[in-house]
């Protein structure tokens, strides 16, 4: 088997293949014997067809096969022995298939182009690092005390309000009948967490201790219980304490309840969380910076398969994103339509730098370990609480862990950028109507 290889422009190759007869014959035999082990013909045994029978009946299934076994004994030496890397399905073209003749098939594909890399201290980017004031690291406290709230019995007001937990009886009917689930004692709700069937809780505001009343509510249309769907249901109650929420003291006390010795302990740790957790933001922000410079430094040809790629993909972020801010999916698509000229730009940009990337990563040797995955699988992992678990099997499969190591070498190569270019530090506070938000975010 010959390879020839030939250069299309910058980004396209096209392989030449030569077969000679010989391997195209010994391969026609193999796949003959094959298929007369398999298949059976009156008057013949399994494995003594004769061959003219073979060919007359499975020619054209022989020769498909045989074609495809040598076109991907082409394929794994262009790949094995010239270090070729295709970026895109290959087009076949070739000649007809035939016993006793030479075989000869071209494979095009795309590939990556050469890239010559120019100095790195023509970039500078600015690297943020965030400190959180002594506001921020209380605010962030009165969240970690809220989660450790009781509900208390109210002393001063014997009237239901929102966010209140009450403690209440109830009885319910569909047409002047009982149904399954629909009765309870000192059944306890919060009002306005949205546990029970919309309209009910809101009844419950304003009602006072010991008062007997009604609540007449719909079932929603597509309630799980079908016989109680879109049916219309009065719930006798009898309301019997109201409870008031109460967030514990900021003290010693809550810090032991997080397992710190003391307050100071628990304010330290609190402001290096917020800290880290705002500086991790910062780091990637300035990571994005770096890859945005290198992919608007450069001009050479990409391949448009990763382009167009890469185009698809921005596309469904945008209108991923509108969709989930509240826009309807049909307008956030018509929206993200009328950005295509700026998405076409970004992808662009985005490939050229993951080129840049990779190429940085081949001269410097950069590659990541199996035992770095791991740990950051670990790190995650630890976050999640019981959804650890799930992520580490997530993980386990061969595409997931392939990309978690494409992203994790991406941004090694990225941070040894950083140490290269120019980059400017900048202190500053952890803002605080940020902060407001993403605490409420993780509620």
């Not at 014997?33 to 067809?49: D, E, W, Y």
């Not at 994790?408 to 938000?437: A, Y």
Request: net charge negative; with cysteine; charged share 30%.
């Amino acid at each position: 088997m010959q390879l020839e290889i030939e250069d299309l422009g910058t980004i396209r190759k096209r392989v030449h293949v030569e077969v000679p007869a010989r391997r195209v014959d010994s391969t026609f035999s193999q796949v003959y014997n094959t298929i007369a082990q398999k298949v059976s013909l009156p008057g013949f045994r399994r494995g003594r067809i004769p061959m003219s029978h073979l060919r007359k009946r499975y020619g054209a299934q022989a020769s498909a096969e045989v074609a495809q076994k040598l076109i991907e004994a082409g394929w794994r030496a262009m790949l094995d022995d010239h270090g070729l890397v295709p970026l895109s399905e290959p087009e076949l073209g070739g000649e007809r298939l035939a016993t006793g003749k030479d075989y000869a098939f071209t494979l095009t594909f795309e590939v990556a182009p050469a890239i010559e890399l120019k100095p790195f201290d023509d970039i500078t980017v600015e690297q943020v690092t965030f400190e959180a004031s002594e506001a921020i690291v209380l605010h962030e406290l009165g969240h970690i005390a809220e989660h450790h709230a009781t509900y208390e019995l109210v002393a001063d007001r014997d009237t239901a309000q929102m966010d209140d937990l009450v403690v209440f009886d109830y009885a319910g009917t569909v047409d002047g009948e009982a149904f399954e689930g629909g009765t309870a004692q000192d059944a306890e709700l919060v009002l306005g967490s949205g546990r029970f069937i919309p309209g009910f809780e809101g009844q419950l505001a304003g009602k006072t201790v010991s008062s007997d009343f009604d609540v007449e509510v719909p079932f929603p249309a597509d309630y799980p219980e079908a016989l109680l769907a879109g049916k219309d249901a009065m719930f006798a109650c009898t309301l019997k304490a109201i409870k008031a929420k109460v967030n514990p003291a900021i003290d010693d006390a809550l810090a032991e309840k997080m397992g710190e010795k003391n307050l100071d302990a628990l304010k330290e740790k609190t402001k290096a969380e917020v800290e880290k957790r705002h500086n991790d933001q910062a780091v990637n922000e300035t990571r994005e910076q770096v890859r945005t410079a290198f992919g608007e430094q450069y001009g050479f040809e990409c391949p448009p398969s990763l382009v167009d790629g890469m185009v698809e993909e921005k596309r469904n972020q945008r209108i991923m994103n509108l969709v989930q801010s509240g826009t309807a999916r049909d307008e956030a698509e018509a929206e993200v339509e009328g950005q295509t000229d700026e998405i076409e730009t970004e992808a662009l940009s985005y490939v050229r730098a993951n080129l840049i990337i990779d190429t940085i990563a081949e001269k410097q040797e950069i590659e990541v370990e199996e035992h770095e995955i791991e740990a950051h699988i670990d790190e995650i992992a630890a976050q999640m609480g019981p959804y650890g678990q799930q992520l580490r099997q997530m993980y386990g499969q061969e595409g997931r862990r392939s990309g978690l190591r494409r992203k994790l070498k991406e941004d090694k190569v990225l941070d040894f950028l950083l140490s290269e270019i120019n980059v400017t530090s900048v202190t500053k506070p952890v803002p605080e109507h940020e902060h407001c938000h993403e605490d409420h975010e993780g509620e």
